[in-house]
């Protein structure tokens, strides 16, 4: 059976024409990096961000698949959570988006084809979600598969954003293994709901595709925060397929490792290159890559390029690929203690850390709960020696760390509770993405500002379905009231340092050529 049957997006009469998107300048580049470098072979690093721009009312249609798990175990107030957090979604979501919804027990069934958000199709929704019942075993198998279907089989495809959020409450008892079901270039986020669910199956289907994250929602009064926090993302995706190129500077450089979390790499070793691939930004939302590079020896003092870098990325199906960059570094003089700079430093924290929540984790699953606390302690320990302590990256690391720790009281309460968390912790470090778990309102590890409003949007909903909500559009509308000039901010930001890296460029052949 196919599912080519998603509706067309239909314009409301009195919508108007949306704008034309700017392409360039949707995504800012900063490098981090010491400027100057001994004459003899070194090490240099260089810490690349780059940062989604403002979101604007040009932003791509959202095609959602709501995959939900309606087994036996839901019954009760589980189900009722549910029904509350889906509602969110539905009244969140404009006539540019659609939306799907599978359910799963011992098998899977769409329920609806992927439908644009019209008045009519919210309250179709919300009639169905509300006739959700649980019975039956848990096939994530299935809903995963059906769920992949739907985005697959769309007739109407081009420009459009895609997710999928899953959410199981349970270990899977039929169907085959969901972690080896594959997912192609569709994001998934899993949502691991309530203190029985299977961690470990959640978050590999979330690692198996493109910028997914596994959050832990044991507490079943936060689901409808953690969808909030995965929607708000969603909803402000500026620009997709993201593609970052490194490439060495022959005979000055040579590349020995890119930092970039568990986003894909690919190598050309005849041209010395790395390119990491991250799939979709959220605005406001940062991807940071540190490269390790060996600088070769030089004769005499002069300015070397070591680094070349570009980037590309796609927005309402347009391709923009930006010139390349050049880091430059002075090379002069004999080797010294040189400090690392600050922002440096505290990536490299971040990134130590989250190896040392693995190795802490990997040591409790192997029962040596001891040994897993010790190794916590000290990831604590050495958060305490980071210069920028009060980073509130480095407080939020150290929040993350201390509710890990109360969770590895006893083995018992780490299978329970404290492996979930952690797995949720290594997903969100790894794709430097916000990933719910523990206490969402203090532990906003890569949370947007966003994802932020939606927090307190879904809190005061929680505490009252039947209050109006703000739609999308009204968000936006919000937002450029209190920034008009973000739409144009980034771009204007683009073509002046274009124009900057111009006047280097010429500047550069003219020294040479004196």
Known sequence: MSFNDDEQIVAPQDSGSRPTPIVPGRVQLTSINNNTAPLEESKLKVMLELTGGDSTNDRPGLDLVAVLDVSGSMAGDKI??????????????SPIDRLSVVKFSA??????????????????????????????????????????????????????????????????NAGGDAAQVPIGNVPVYTFGFGINHEPRVLKAIANNSMGGTFSDVQNTDNLSLAFSQCLAGLLTVVVQDLKLTVTRVKDDSTIEQVS???????????????????????????????????????????????????YSYSTGGRLFEAPPATITVRRTGTSLDQEERPEVITEETRLRTARMIKEARVMADESKLNDAREKLVEAQNSLEDVVEESNPLIEMMKSELQQLLKLMKSQEMYEKQGRPFALSSETSHDRQRFASRGDVESLRLFATPRMDKYLEQAKSFDEDPSKPLPSVDEDVKEELAANPLAPIAGPLTFYIQAAIQSLQAIEKIISRGL
């Open 80 to 93: 009722a959570k549910v029904k509350t957090a889906m509602l969110f979604v539905i009244k969140k979501l």
């Open 107 to 172: 098998d899977a069934s769409r329920l609806c084809p992927l439908r644009q958000i019209t008045e009519d199709s919210q309250k179709d929704l919300e009639n169905l979600i509300n006739g959700l019942n649980a019975d039956g075993a848990t096939n994530i198998t299935a809903g995963l598969q059906t769920g992949l279907k739907v985005l697959n089989d769309r007739s109407l495809s081009s420009g459009r954003v895609v997710g999928i959020i899953l959410m199981s409450d349970g270990e899977q």
């Open 260 to 310: 970039a979390g568990s986003y894909p790499q690919s190598k050309d070793d005849v041209i010395g290159s790395v390119t990491v691939t991250f799939g979709d930004l959220y605005s406001k939302e940062v991807r940071k890559v540190i490269v390790d590079l060996l600088l070769l020896a030089v004769s005499n003092e002069r300015g070397a390029d070591v680094l070349e870098i570009a």
